[in-house]
């Protein structure tokens, strides 16, 4: 295998099945399993063509995907690695800008012209300090740094419509939305929230921003055409507090999916945005009072999966609707994993590490049905509202609307007398 750089090193290993790759820091050992190493993100770029983490203690690591690919090697535009100092630690990370969903094909197909014709791939990257750093990938070069945020940039996401819009979430209790292309100077500010953010996510029509409160229990939804509030989604009291961590809509942008855990339990509800319903809840208890995280979700490219870490697993794999999981690695207290992201082709899901490590797993390969392909297609286009009033049979309108799921769902019941309620 080849090595990436002097930094991180590159490792195979068969001790489970659906592990493909490990990315391992070289540290000192007086630096490991201290605050600061943790990979807080990791993200894919567009054309899936390159890979970056944060590696812990302000550093950035981006690498040429696949990383033993001999197309690393070609002499027609730098594909070494790239390391970015950013001075305070590395919270959250994302590429930009991304491709409208129609041309994303196209630009798979032209991966090798868009890498050689391109000079601009962006990376952004949100520090503790509240400031975001914007680097040019293929330069290696910092373009400028955005100032606004009071607390930690906990999330960064790039709108796929192809424009130089970013938005971000902070401990500061808001969301901004930055133009790039007048270098951030044009910052619209979405306050609402009544603490820290956890987590935010765009709708692939480019019409909703979902965001995420830990400590506030806030699933908030706003408009990103006219930057206001649209409804906070609530679904029923919950007996135990409990922490919201993550969310993310589907590739068709019908149902939005967030992640929450309290003391003996995680769950995962799924909502329409649209009519604020929520769809169904996948609930799994625990034996263990506080061993119970889930820390990241990301739906797949084709929306027939839902990856999530938790703490009791590196890595589970679920199709909505069914009880158990279509992958999961096996047991490990010790996994310690922060975030996941798909790679934007599928097969491959990257998750980072508490020790600032990273690993590659193998994915599910699943052929879609042409039911889920029309859906899925009908869906980017067609709100809820619109498909309500269609003369269609109830069963096909419950299927595009996905109200078919089971409402309520376990993925393993350690305690059958658990009082939970959704």
């Known amino acids: 295998m080849c090595s990436t750089g002097t930094n991180a090193e590159l490792q195979q290993t068969s001790s489970d099945p659906a592990l493909l790759l490990e990315l391992k820091t070289r540290r000192p050992p007086s630096l490991e399993g201290r605050a600061g190493c943790e990979t807080w993100s990791v993200d894919f770029s567009p054309d899936g063509a390159w890979f970056a983490w944060s590696m812990g203690h302000g550093i950035v690591w981006v690498v040429a995907w696949p990383l033993d690919s001999e197309d690393s090697q070609n002499a027609e535009i730098d594909r070494g690695d790239k390391s970015f100092s950013c ?14 969903k129609s041309s994303t094909v196209a630009c798979q197909a032209k991966t090798g012209e868009k890498s050689k014709g391109s000079k601009s791939l962006l990376l952004a990257t949100g520090l503790e300090n509240g400031v975001i750093k914007i680097w040019n990938v293929l330069t290696g070069d910092a373009v400028f740094d955005l100032h606004g945020h009071e607390g ?3 999330d960064l ?7 130089l819009t970013l938005i971000s979430s902070s401990r500061d209790k808001t969301l901004r939305i930055w133009d790039l292309a007048q270098k951030g100077k044009k910052v619209q500010v979405l306050s609402g929230h009544k603490d820290w953010i956890s987590s935010c996510c765009v709708s692939s029509d480019c019409s909703m921003i979902a965001s995420v409160g830990r400590f506030d229990r806030m699933v908030c939804l706003w408009s990103l055409r006219s930057y206001t509030f649209i409804r906070n989604l609530t679904g029923g009291t919950y007996k135990t507090l ?3 961590s993550s969310c993310d809509f589907s590739p068709d942008g019908a149902v939005l999916a967030t992640a929450a855990f309290s003391g003996s339990s995680w769950w ?3 909502w329409d945005p649209y009519t604020a319903e929520k769809l169904a809840t996948l609930v799994d208890y625990f034996e263990d009072y506080g061993q119970n995280q889930i820390s990241s979700i990301q739906f797949s490219p084709n929306g027939l999966h839902l990856a999530m870490v938790t703490d009791d697993r590196a890595l589970r794999v679920w199709e909505p609707g069914q009880k158990g999981m279509v992958m999961q690695t096996k047991s490990d207290r010790a996994s310690n994993g922060l975030c996941c992201k798909y790679h934007p082709q599928g097969g491959v899901v990257a998750t980072g590490t508490r020790d600032g490590h990273v690993r590659f797993w193998r994915g599910p390969r699943t052929v879609p049905s042409l039911c889920h392909l029309c ?3 009908l869906r980017q286009s067609v709100s809820t509202h619109q498909m309500e009033p269609l003369p269609l049979p109830k069963r096909i309108l419950e299927y595009l609307t996905y109200r078919n799921i089971p409402d309520r769902l376990k993925t393993c019941c350690s305690s059958d007398e658990e009082d939970w309620e959704g």
């Open 157 to 163: 996401v790039f709108p796929q419509n192809g424009t």
């Open 375 to 377: 859906r899925s297609i």
């Open 87 to 100: 001075g305070h630690p590395v919270w959250g990370l994302a590429f930009g800008p991304r491709p409208p």
């Open 152 to 154: 930690v940039v906990r």
């Open 242 to 244: 409990y922490l919201l």
């Open 268 to 270: 995962i509800d799924l």
